[in-house]
């Protein structure tokens, strides 16, 4: 089989939006939609105050905000999500100081083919635990990840704390850094990104998203 006849294959994050304040809302400054462009075309004509829809409510929490299904939440673009086959979100706020300069949205979707995790890790007592998370169909994974604790400078969510600086982890499951490793291997997790995410207060968060 030729690179021509391999079958595609479709990410686990499958949309990246941002959205900035203006005139007392967020409004869409871009996006990337890849092929679904009805969810980009709705995406287009929204706008979220303060605390509503997901930017909206992580401009208010000041904090990142995981959104693990659509229905029946505050998710203003529900159908359009549906429709795409999109399966959960993340929104980062992006602060100078105590002021929002935007808010990333990221948008996934697992299925029988890909597989993958959205966590946010929070600094609680010395350690890193998990704040919270999408695991889609990775049950196993996720119960190691809410049992499990990270020292600063130890594993991604520690590394990422005690460095203050992006890290991207690749073979997770042989990984001796990736403490998680065996239980990232049996959900077929491999490549992982882990960013600091500065906030007004105090607490400390650390976004991690896994495939």
């Known amino acids: 089989m030729d690179a021509a006849t391999l079958p595609e294959t479709r990410p686990f994050i499958e949309v990246s939006e941002v959205w900035v304040p203006k005139d007392g809302k967020l409004v869409l400054q871009g996006g990337d939609y890849g092929t679904l462009d009805a969810f980009a ?12 829809g997901l930017p909206g409510k992580a401009w208010a929490e000041e904090r990142p905000v995981v959104l693990k299904e659509f229905d029946g939440s505050y998710f203003k673009r529900t159908d359009a999500a549906k429709a795409a086959g999109l399966t959960a979100a993340v929104a980062i706020p992006v602060f100078q100081g105590k002021t929002l300069l935007a808010v990333l949205v990221t948008l996934c979707a697992d299925d029988a083919e890909r597989t993958g995790a959205i966590e946010v890790w929070a600094e609680d007592d010395g350690v890193m635990t998990l704040d919270d998370g999408y695991y889609g169909a990775a049950k196993h994974f996720e119960w190691v990840s809410r049992h499990t604790q990270f020292p600063r400078g130890q594993g991604m969510p520690g590394g990422v704390w005690g460095a203050a600086t992006p890290m991207l982890m690749r073979n997770l499951g042989s990984g001796y850094k990736f403490i998680r490793a065996e239980s990232a291997g049996e959900a077929g997790l491999t490549n992982g990104l882990g960013l600091p995410i500065p906030v007004p207060g105090d607490k400390t968060y650390v976004l991690t998203l896994l495939s």
């Open 41 to 52: 075309a709705a995406s287009g004509k929204e706008s979220f105050a303060y605390g509503e």
